[in-house]
């Protein structure tokens, strides 16, 4: 499956934006859908996991409260809503696939991932 993430962009602290993450060429259901992030200088980071069902959704502790995870398999899409955003969310947002029909969700560690997106730009002025 091929992955394209979008909706990144410049917010001030505070603010909230959405990222979504189109697949094709590929059965969409058949993958656990996760975000990952890369700021400048560090390891690229788990954000947020979803089953391929959308039942189960895990989180970065720094980001559950202000970060939703949800997908549409009838659209192949999966999205991240952000709000409260804060400037040490700035970074490169990366979406990700493993095919997983399992009970539970994958493991957090990139290396899990088989399929990934090109990413998209986040920057949380303060």
Known sequence: VQLQA???????????LRLSCAASGGTFSSYAM??????????REFVAVISWNGGSTNYLDSTKG???????????????QMKSL???D??????AAVRWT???LPSPYPQW??????????????
């Open 90 to 95: 700035t970074a490169v947002y990366y979406c």
């Open 113 to 126: 991932y088989t399929n990934w997106g090109q990413g998209t730009q986040v920057t949380v002025s303060s």
């Open 34 to 43: 996760a975000w990952f992030r890369q700021a400048t200088g560090k390891e």
């Open 86 to 88: 804060k400037p040490e």
């Open 66 to 80: 202000r970060f939703t995870i949800s997908r549409d398999n009838r659209k192949n899409t999966m999205y991240l």
């Open 102 to 104: 399992d009970y539970g």
């Open 6 to 16: 979008f909706g990144g962009g410049l917010v001030q602290a505070g603010g909230s």
